[in-house]
């Protein structure tokens, strides 16, 4: 069998790239909690913008270890080799890592200006007294898995942070070795 592998970042990077809306999923006091958010990808951080109190906040400042996940299903269901249907062709990434809460209004401008353009390319910058009224998070990814889905058949991406510092994603800061791709059948 001729295995057709795909290089992990570009893909997951693309996909997390291209989406709106994620699932950030996060844990304080043994207890799981999981929310959609419009978000944005850039610099290999993910940045999405709340309230300036909540849930997210609190669960963070616990605890900062999150997983962020994006996925896109197209076409029909397709079925399975036993005759169930089962199978979508879809994409997904998962990204772990460190949430942190952007206090300094001067960083948070900056970031929600980031965010704003990775939603809205032709948005006007927002001013330093407007981020007064909410808050910014990036999370800085120590790893990503993926999954590319056509007609049954997975190819599952991995990449981690080897290098152990922020860049990682950046292109001219890759160093050989640092991400892998295995393409199998099963779950993740």
């Avoid at 996909?15 to 909690?33: Q, T």
């Avoid at 996925?71 to 949430?99: L, T, W, Y």
């Amino acid at each position: 069998m001729t295995r057709k592998f795909i290089a992990a970042r570009v893909e997951m990077e693309k996909l997390l790239a291209e989406e709106r809306v994620g699932y950030l999923g996060m844990s304080a006091d043994g207890k799981p909690y999981v929310i959609p958010l419009t978000y944005g990808y850039s610099d290999g951080r993910i940045i999405f913008h709340c309230a300036l109190k909540g849930s997210k906040l609190d669960i963070i400042r616990k605890n900062a270890s999150v997983c962020f996940t994006v996925s896109r299903h197209f076409g029909e269901m397709v079925s399975h080799p036993q005759g169930a249907e089962c199978h979508i062709n879809s994409d997904s990434v998962i990204c772990f890592g460190k949430a942190r809460i952007i206090d300094d209004p001067d960083e948070r401008c900056r970031v929600l200006n980031i965010f704003n353009r990775c939603l809205q390319p032709q948005v006007r910058e927002i001013t330093l007294e407007e981020v007064k009224h909410c808050h910014a998070v990036e999370i800085v990814i120590d790893k990503m898995t993926g999954r590319s889905e056509r007609d049954g058949k997975c190819t599952y991406w991995k990449q981690e942070n080897t290098r152990g510092d922020k860049s990682w994603s950046a292109p001219s800061l890759m160093v050989p070795g640092t991400f892998s791709m295995v393409e199998r059948h099963g779950d993740r």
